[in-house]
């Protein structure tokens, strides 16, 4: 937007408009753009007498210019008036030629139709702050947590502060040391030949305090990569071939987007909440006693309990990518596991336990003890309380 009464700074403009008797409004004098908005569906007179008095200051500035500075005498020390100044208040350059004012608008800023600029720039801002670069998650080096590039910090390794909290104090076979701490390799890149790596807003606060920050995998977080075969285990397929049941599951789940319609109508995808409890020890140690794998699947209700919140009928469908069983999975598992872990070299892979699993499908008992709630305001109950403890 042109600014006729670009030599005038906001305070000038605004005691303009105090002699005129023009009433600029609280909103409009905010900013200098605002004001000048404002200003502009003035009346004539008003915006005249602005406009005047910017020329009369262009005026009087270049006379002050041509008799040069007015010295100082000596007889008084000279006073300065220290004064912290916005951007809309700083002095504005000499302007050689003022814009002339414009035709006055019929309306006023508010409500006013952005102009072609305003939408392009917002366009472009939209366009930039939803971009895939803006929208680029990376690993963070030392947590290995994935994070959103904008809360990262890229750094050399060099450069880490408190780099010595990131050595292991409990040094691992298969610990992979860059630089000698503890990185995940994805968050480690190369750039210009030197080593460097995206460090979360959390860990690097707590680097900064020279303290080890708490997800960090030389805070005894690294356990090494996970095997494909481990890695594919849905939470069912886990709890098949765990030894031990520290804590059982409750899941809450709800379609995604919101459920106060059919769910038949709604997309497949589910979102909620797990939530574990520990479990009696003695118990489960007489339930799955005996050194076969995998265990039976009647032990799953007694872990996982699936409450679907939502009106009409789940379509088991639903519960599939969450809760399946893959014969074939478990067994490669337990395989795997024989082969590599020593706790589970006792155990022997019982197949008629094995072959009672279902080929590729969510298994009857858990079907059978999945729980639904119609009452759809529990979700932002629980959502407004959520608290995570350890
Ligand atoms: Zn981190």
């Avoid at 000038?12 to 408009?17: N, P, S, V």
């Avoid at 520990?278 to 005996?290: C, E, K, R, S």
């Avoid at 519960?319 to 082969?339: D, I, Q, Y």
């Amino acid at each position: 937007m042109s600014d006729s009464f670009k030599p005038l700074t906001v305070a000038e403009i605004l005691q303009e408009c105090q002699k005129q008797g023009y009433y600029v409004r609280y909103h409009s004098r905010r900013s200098r753009t605002l004001l000048v908005a404002d200003i502009s569906t003035a009346p004539e007179s008003v915006r005249n007498a602005i406009h005047q008095s910017a020329v009369q200051k262009i005026a009087t500035s270049r006379t002050s210019n041509q008799t040069g500075k007015r010295k100082y005498t000596g007889e008084e020390p000279p006073v300065r008036h220290v004064r912290h100044k916005t951007a809309d208040d700083v002095e504005p350059e000499e302007a050689e030629v003022i814009p002339p004012l414009l035709p006055i608008t019929q309306t006023r800023l508010f409500m006013a139709l952005p102009s072609t600029v305003e939408v392009e720039d917002c366009l472009r801002s939209f366009i930039k702050a939803s971009s895939n670069t803006a929208l680029k998650h990376v690993v963070c080096g030392a947590c290995a947590r994935e994070k959103p590039i904008n809360e990262t910090e890229f750094i050399p390794i060099a450069d880490i502060p408190s780099r010595n909290q990131l050595v292991p104090e409990h040094p691992h076979i298969a610990h992979v040391l860059t630089d000698g701490v503890l990185l995940e390799t994805i968050g480690v890149k190369n750039k210009d030949s030197v080593l460097h790596a995206h460090f979360c807003s959390d860990c690097m606060r707590d680097l900064k305090r020279n303290q080890l920050p708490t997800f960090a995998l030389a805070n005894r977080m690294w356990i090494g990569v996970v095997p494909d075969v481990l890695a594919c285990l849905t939470i069912p397929e886990q709890l098949l071939i765990s030894p031990l049941y520290t804590r059982c599951f409750v899941f809450k789940l709800h379609p995604k987007g919101w459920c106060d319609d059919d769910v038949s109508s709604m997309q497949r995808g589910m979102r909620g909440n797990v939530t574990s409890f520990p479990m009696n020890m003695d118990d489960i140690i007489d339930m799955v006693h005996g050194d076969k794998m995998p265990r039976p699947t009647s032990i799953l209700p007694s872990i996982i309990a699936v409450t679907f919140i939502g009106r009409g009928r789940l379509p088991s469908a639903w519960l599939k990518s969450t809760f399946r069983v893959r014969r074939h999975a478990v067994l490669s598992a337990l395989e795997w596991l024989a082969e590599n872990n020593r706790y589970f070299r006792s155990y022997t892979i019982d197949h008629e336990i094995l072959n009672s699993l279902p080929e590729d499908d969510v298994p009857i008992e858990i079907l059978a003890a999945t729980r639904q709630e119609t009452d759809t305001a529990i979700i932002d109950l629980e959502s407004a309380s959520y608290v995570p403890t350890g």
